[in-house]
């Protein structure tokens, strides 16, 4: 029953690398409608998607924030300027920020070295009018795609959200342990600093007690 | 040299790569000397050659934590000291080289060592190399793309016209040295990108992956790989793979987790992913799930589950890392091509199919 619910949600993916081609796997296994784009025409992705993850449907990035209820950001950040900020604004879907400020790729890049801020919140200020949420950046694509478990299993692992957005944390969630991993409502988006890279989180494969210990302690509350 | 052993069959290739790590040893916090560093470099070159492995590759970095940031002279000084070893990069960073400049060295090696020479594109893992040479990162795919394009044809034709779009045009050529080799063999090293993957495909060259962990993810590399090729007219069937990561091998099973671990876990400090080091939790993980550390006999089913999971043709392993001492390394080595080099290449040899 709960996945025929499911089938009817729409996850986009913006990104068609490695992380992105994991999620869709993953997200298209949960039962979910997939749309993955890369930066370009549909064509250009259509047989990475087709072998990395049967099911879910080469699209562009356009249709993916037209039709999809939940988007993944799944690019490289330093790429992030080439995403549809301005739709992504305005669509009022939720999307979920599973990238990192990664610097040996992306280079030096000042707005993430000169701030105090969370990446996903920078993220945040260039798409003011998303509900944005972040989840799935902590954990390695090699993990995500062979440590999903059903619900309940013993060795189940676990994710940490964040937003600021309480309902649309509430949805990704959900869409989190559609997809084989324990939740972990984590707090406001500023939070997200707790498992950016250099944390004790970030790279941790872990469930649902360790990782709530690496979190702590929560500070930041939800405005 | 038993009778089974038939370089021409199809048993597995098997060599190392490093990239001539600098890092200050965490103990004394000083780094080694440039000299001292390359010095070594080249006697761990002699001791392969002479060990009997078939490939030594260097990656290319241009940082301080690295001494190489020009493979094509060490492998030049190790073309003069090794007889049978081949000469390869992992990776050369094509995407801010001239691929003339790059073909001509390569030609050069290999020339000076009777054909020993080889090349290994790629993306590469850090940036410094776009500033350091005046690129764009904003054209970091399409640098990478243009440049192998061109590295082909240079492989492929004495005489080359050519037009690209970041790079000057070529109007016919002359390339000049031609290699020892009817061919330089061009290999693209990927780091589990899919569209990566496509264009090694499409563009029929010989690819290898490298893996932190087990090879399994690879397996819809491979497939991809294989896909790209067949639709760009290629025989999937012959096209050399080949993986590799990091490898150390020391006698017993838990002593190989614990002298390696400390040098591992100083090594991922320099890394946004592990800035703290690497937890011991972590590591015992990974080495469970893939990263070749143990005895000689777990890292012969370690490297022979590769064989299984992808059908590489050859695996080559990081053999330093970080500030890992010089004679755990030499010891590492010695291990790899005595004890289980012989038995992998005997394994292979065996299942290879019948010609």
């Keep these: 029953m709960s996945s025929e619910e499911r089938i009817e949600r729409t996850i986009g993916i913006l990104g068609a690398g490695k992380l992105g081609t994991v999620l869709a796997r993953l997200a298209t296994a949960a039962g979910f409608r997939v749309l993955i784009a890369g930066s370009g025409a549909a064509e250009r992705i259509a047989l990475i998607v087709e072998v990395m993850a049967p099911g879910a449907t080469a699209s562009t990035a356009h249709e993916v924030v037209a039709e999809a209820e939940v988007v993944i950001l799944a690019a490289p950040l330093g790429k992030v300027h080439a995403l549809p900020t301005t739709a992504l604004s305005g669509a009022g879907a939720v999307v979920v920020d599973a990238m990192n400020y990664w610097w040996p790729v992306d280079g030096i890049l000042p707005v993430f070295e000169e701030t105090e801020l969370s990446s996903s919140e920078v993220v945040r200020d260039l798409m003011p009018g998303a509900r944005l949420v972040k989840t799935f950046n902590h954990m390695g694509y090699h993990e995500l795609d062979s440590e999903a478990r059903p619900a309940g299993h013993p060795d189940r692992k676990a994710l940490a959200v964040v937003s600021d957005d309480p309902a649309a944390l509430e949805i990704v969630a959900e869409v989190v342990d559609a997809m084989g991993f324990d939740a972990i409502d984590a707090g406001a988006l500023a939070e997200g600093i707790r498992f950016e890279p250099g944390t004790t989180a970030f790279g941790a494969t872990a469930g649902r007690a360790e990782l709530l210990a690496m979190l702590e302690p929560m500070t930041v509350q939800r405005s | ?355």
Excluded at chain 2, 127 to 155: A, C, H, M, Q, T
Excluded at chain 2, 184 to 212: D, K, N
Excluded at chain 2, 332 to 354: D, G, H, Q, W, Y
């Design chain 2, 1 to 355: 040299m038993g009778p089974s052993y038939d370089r021409e069959s199809q048993d597995m290739e098997l060599g190392i790569y490093t990239f001539g790590d600098l890092k200050a040893h965490p103990l004394t916090g000083k780094p080694e000397s440039a000299h001292a560093r390359l010095t070594r470099l080249i006697e761990l070159a002699k001791s392969a050659d002479r060990a009997g492995l078939d490939i030594i590759a260097l990656g290319e970095h241009h940082r301080k934590d690295y001494v190489i940031s020009a493979p094509e002279v060490v492998l030049g000084a190790m073309a003069a000291v090794t007889s049978r070893i081949r000469l390869s990069t992992a990776v050369t960073v094509l995407s801010t080289q001239d691929p003339v400049r790059v073909f001509q060295q390569f030609a050069t090696i290999d020339q000076i060592s009777g054909g020993r020479a080889e090349i290994m594109a790629g993306r590469g893992a850090f940036v410094e190399s776009f500033p350091l040479f005046g690129y764009n990162l904003d054209d970091y795919e399409e640098l990478f793309d243009e440049k192998i394009r061109l590295l082909l044809e240079l492989r492929d034709n004495e005489v080359v016209t050519w037009r690209g779009r970041l790079r000057p045009s070529l109007e016919a050529a002359l390339i000049s040295p031609r290699p020892f080799q009817g061919q330089l063999p061009v290999w693209i090293g990927v780091g589990g990108t899919p569209q990566s993957a496509v264009r090694a495909g499409v563009l029929g060259t010989p690819m290898f992956m490298s893996f932190f962990q087990g090879p399994d993810s690879g397996r819809r590399l491979v497939d991809l790989y294989h896909r790209a090729a067949a639709s760009a007219g290629h025989d999937p069937g012959s096209m050399k793979l080949a993986s590799g990561g990091h490898i150390y091998i020391s006698p017993k099973s838990q002593t190989a987790r614990d002298e390696y671990h400390p040098y591992y876990s100083d090594y991922f400090t320099q890394l946004p992913q592990f800035a703290r080091g690497m937890p011991r939790e972590v590591f015992d993980q990974w080495v469970r799930s893939g990263l070749i550390v143990g005895s000689p006999q777990e890292v012969i089913d370690k490297i022979l589950h590769h064989r299984e999971v992808l059908g590489v043709d050859r695996y080559v392993g990081q053999i330093e890392v970080g500030s890992i001492p010089g004679e755990m390394v030499d010891a590492s080595l010695e291990l790899f091509a005595n004890e289980v080099a012989p038995v992998i290449r005997r394994e292979t040899a065996v299942t290879a199919s019948p010609t």
